[in-house]
């Protein structure tokens, strides 16, 4: 397709028409696919580092696949970064609680501890 000596096209990302407007020859004007960044950037507040960290990198790339021409790749890489983000999201929120219910149980489950500081001060006097 190209003039010989010059470089060869990418084999794997072709421009897509599906953004086009209705201006551009063969374009619908669909809208484009989300990227869930902003989802993904809330997913790193959460304990669930390898796959918040991971959702964020498929986010980037749905974003760069976007701004490249690669529609399909780019809902792809979105769908796979909202998945990871709700993942983490989720799991995040449940190791909260655990680690919530496992610290203050803990206190609540064995008393205030009044024996023991009895016994500290009968030591004392």
């Not at 060869?8 to 063969?26: D, K, T």
């Not at 890489?77 to 449940?94: D, T």
């Not at 609680?97 to 009895?118: D, H, P």
Request: with cysteine; proline share 5%.
């Amino acid at each position: 397709s190209g003039h010989p000596g010059s470089p060869r096209g990418s084999l794997s990302r072709h421009p897509s028409s599906q953004l086009a407007g209705s201006g551009v020859e063969g374009g619908e004007g669909t809208q484009k696919p989300r990227d869930y960044i902003i989802l993904a950037i809330l997913s790193c507040f959460c304990p669930m580092w390898p796959v918040n960290i991971v959702a964020f990198a498929y986010a980037v790339m749905s974003r760069n696949s976007l701004q490249q021409g690669d529609v399909d790749g780019a809902q792809r890489l979105g769908r796979v970064a909202k998945l990871l983000s709700i993942v983490a999201l989720v799991g995040g929120v449940l190791i909260i609680i655990a680690s919530c219910v496992i610290n203050l149980g803990g206190e609540w489950g064995s008393g205030t501890g009044r024996e023991e500081w009895k016994g500290w001060q009968g030591q004392l006097y």
